[in-house]
T-cell receptor, first 114, second 115 residues
Framework: EAQVTQNPRYLITVTGKKLTVTCSQN?????MSWYRQDPGLGLRQIYY???????DKGDVPEGYKVSRKEKRNFPLILESPSPNQTSLYFC?????????????FGNGTRLTVT | AQKVTQAQTEISVVEKEDVTLDCVYE???????LFWYKQPPSGELVFLIR??????QNEISGRYSWNFQKSTSSFNFTITASQVVDSAVYFC????????????FGAGTTVTVRA
């Protein structure tokens, strides 16, 4: 089944404790991206990747890192999480840019930082 | 810069009523793509429609229809004869340029359909 898989679905952590949210897609998509969803703000792009080893910042990259060492994986890293990073996170992928084909989204990761 | 505005935060209707969700966008690009996504209470994001800037034809898919008007920079979405299963958050989104890698979302409209 074609899908984008994020793990974990739920995560509660404390301020400053490094964490990684994994994202994997099995559709051979070149484009992958991370979004965070906050009430009243919709989804905002954190980082995106056009292909292996090619990444760029989105609208809200501060406090996040990403890597794209393999085509299928695009982990989101929070080196020192803070409470303002409490949010619902979505990973997404598509064949081309975000305009040329619809994004396929993972099921989301709800992160709470205390 | 690109921007999407969904002015309606919440809409509540009784089953079988029609509901229209407004979406206004801003972009300087002549080539762009507009999307609608649905987020049901279970939380996943479901793709509904993609429309490019050169195709202003309205579209109907079952009880869903979309009205794209470049003159007013709007891409409105209507659910006809709403059902309880239509209760969800609906997002309008914009991607400008065929090689653009940014999808800008509106804040979303929460639709509640009461039985």
């Amino acid at each position: 089944e074609a899908q984008v898989t994020q793990n974990p679905r739920y995560l509660i952590t404390v301020t400053g404790k490094k964490l990684t949210v994994t994202c994997s897609q099995n559709m051979n998509h070149e484009y992958m991206s991370w979004y965070r969803q906050d009430p009243g703000l919709g989804l905002r792009q954190i980082y995106y990747s056009m292909n292996v080893e090619v990444t760029d910042k989105g609208d809200v990259p501060e406090g996040y890192k990403v890597s794209r060492k393999e085509k299928r994986n695009f982990p989101l890293i929070l080196e020192s999480p803070s409470p303002n990073q409490t949010s619902l996170y979505f990973c997404a992928s598509s064949f081309g840019g975000s305009g040329t084909s619809p994004l396929h989204f993972g099921n989301g990761t709800r992160l709470t930082v205390t | 810069a690109q921007k999407v505005t969904q002015a309606q935060t919440e809409i509540s209707v009784v089953e079988k009523e029609d509901v229209t969700l407004d979406c206004v966008y801003e972009t300087r690009d002549t080539t762009y793509y507009l999307f609608w996504y649905k987020q049901p209470p279970s939380g996943e994001l479901v793709f509904l429609i993609r429309r490019n800037s050169f195709d202003e034809q309205n579209e109907i898919s079952g009880r869903y229809s979309w009205n794209f008007q470049k003159s007013t920079s709007s891409f409105n979405f209507t659910i006809t004869a709403s059902q309880v299963v239509d209760s969800a958050v609906y997002f309008c989104a914009l991607s400008a340029g065929s090689n653009d890698y940014k999808l800008s979302f509106g804040a979303g409209t929460t639709v509640t359909v009461r039985a």
